[in-house]
């Protein structure tokens, strides 16, 4: 699984934070500009992953590692460059086109092609490919009218040269429910609720 956050204090909604799961192993990184003014941020970051979530981390043997990179495309290398190594079959994503558009956010500012973030390392760089397309997002009804397809009901995909292909995890849980009806909100807090 792989998530971002980004910044909703300062405005400029950059990426602050990625993180990566994979089995028992966790991966976070943060960003300076995330951690600035805390002093020894490694230590209380141990220290309130023990107090909120220390009983999680023990019952599953999670193996949690935290990293501080000096702007977003580092944050986002290093979290790449992790689930590079653990070489998943599947990369889910809860709402891929707002992450992963994130991601290409932050390689066209830093001038950086993509596949320096989603190109398996060991693919040598004229044999690497990178293509976003994204899904359909809208429909027209039989009677003429556009309307906007939800975010659980489009289907973007992201395809390069990796161990894993990437999916929606959003999209996948409505698919994988057609009976259920429409849920009230797919945003993430509200599904795991």
Avoid at 33 to 52: S, V
Avoid at 77 to 103: E, M, R, S, Y
Avoid at 159 to 179: E, H, Q
């Amino acid at each position: 699984a792989f998530d971002t956050e980004t910044d909703m204090i300062h405005g400029h909604k950059e990426v602050i934070m990625a993180s990566a799961a994979f089995k028992n192993q966790v991966f976070i990184s943060v960003t300076k500009e995330c951690i600035a003014g805390h002093a020894d941020p490694d230590t209380k970051f141990y220290n309130a992953l023990e107090k909120y979530l220390g009983d999680i981390v023990k019952e599953h043997d999670l193996k949690v590692t935290f990293h501080i990179a000096d702007n977003q495309l580092d944050c986002l290398k290093a979290v790449f460059n992790q689930i590079h190594a653990w070489k998943p079959d599947f990369l889910a994503i809860w709402n891929i086109d707002f992450d992963l558009g994130k991601v290409f956010d932050a390689c066209n500012k830093a001038g950086v092609s993509p596949n320096e973030i989603f190109c398996d390392p060991a693919i040598p760089p004229h044999m690497q490919y990178c293509k976003y397309k994204r899904g359909r997002t809208k429909m027209i009804t039989a009677s003429g009218v556009v309307k906007p397809l939800p975010a659980h009901s489009q289907w973007h995909t992201l395809f390069c040269t990796a161990s894993f292909y990437p999916i929606d995890a959003m999209s996948v849980y409505k698919l994988l429910r057609p009976g259920d009806g429409e849920e009230p909100s797919y945003k993430l807090d509200d599904i795991l609720n």
